[in-house]
């Protein structure tokens, strides 16, 4: 179950227009450029190696369930980070892994990926809930596949699940092998930056900067709407309404 504290006397409307900042931030200046220097994703795609392109998915599946072992082992031994603090570690993890190419890229994906789950955590953890819980970590999982609730698509291929739903093994598998394709075009675009050695240096650490700040603001989002929904008694949905319209 979710350990939350209940805050009395919230002011909703000040805590959306908080979201909203974070919303905004999300989408910032560093993803458009991002978008504008690497055209579309398939575009980005193509110029990785065939093999690595055709196992790009499968790689994403892997990454994802190390990741979330990774993360959720860290959480033991080293408290939450902030996330300035998350940033300059996927920074500098992206900037190492794109010294050699597509090779040493690869090797970091892992630990990239548990690093931006593992800042998910932190978000989800500064709204008051608890990273440890079952369906705390299905949405941190999910977050990585999303552009934020506002974009009704982004879960309809995960419908099936309910954030109620203990999850299980088979559970769990079901919803990493869901999220992994839309995650995978993320990596390939990251990938594809990298793919140039030393050049790619600067070019992993800036895509690194950019997503890491993204996915922070986007799990602020997302929890701080769940928390939100809980304090002021106000249904999820009507939630998503009101900051759609601030936006």
Not at 120 to 142: L, M, T
Not at 198 to 215: F, H, I, K, P, S
Not at 219 to 228: C, N, P
Request: glycine content about 10%; charged content about 20%.
């Amino acid at each position: 179950m979710q350990n939350v504290v209940l805050v009395e006397n919230v002011d909703a409307e000040a805590e959306l227009d908080r979201l909203a900042d974070h919303y905004r931030s999300a989408g910032g200046a560093g993803v458009k450029l991002l978008n504008k220097l690497g055209g579309s994703a398939e575009s980005l795609l193509e110029q990785l190696p065939e093999p690595v392109r055709h196992g790009l998915t499968g790689a994403t599946e892997q990454a994802l369930w190390l990741a979330m072992h990774a993360a959720q082992g860290s959480r033991r031994a080293v408290p939450d980070q902030k996330p300035w603090v998350n940033t300059a570690v996927t920074t500098a993890m992206g900037a190492a892994g794109g010294l050699g190419g597509v090779s040493t890229a690869l090797m970091e994906l892992p630990a990239t990926t548990a690093m931006l789950l593992r800042a998910i955590q932190g978000a989800a953890a500064r709204e008051g809930f608890d990273p440890k819980a079952e369906n705390v970590k299905f949405d941190c999982v999910r977050v990585l596949s999303a552009s934020g609730p506002l974009s009704h698509d982004d879960g309809a291929d995960l419908g099936f699940f309910s954030v109620r739903l203990t999850l299980t093994g088979p559970a769990m598998q079901r919803l990493i092998a869901a999220v992994a394709p839309r995650f995978s075009i993320v990596l390939g675009q990251k990938l594809a930056a990298q793919s140039v050695p030393v050049l790619g240096a600067l070019a992993g650490g800036g895509t690194n900067y950019v997503y890491t700040r993204y996915y922070q603001h986007i799990a602020r989002v997302h929890f701080g709407l769940r928390r939100l929904a809980i304090d002021a008694d106000i249904p999820h949905d009507e939630l998503v309404r009101q900051l759609s319209a601030r936006m």
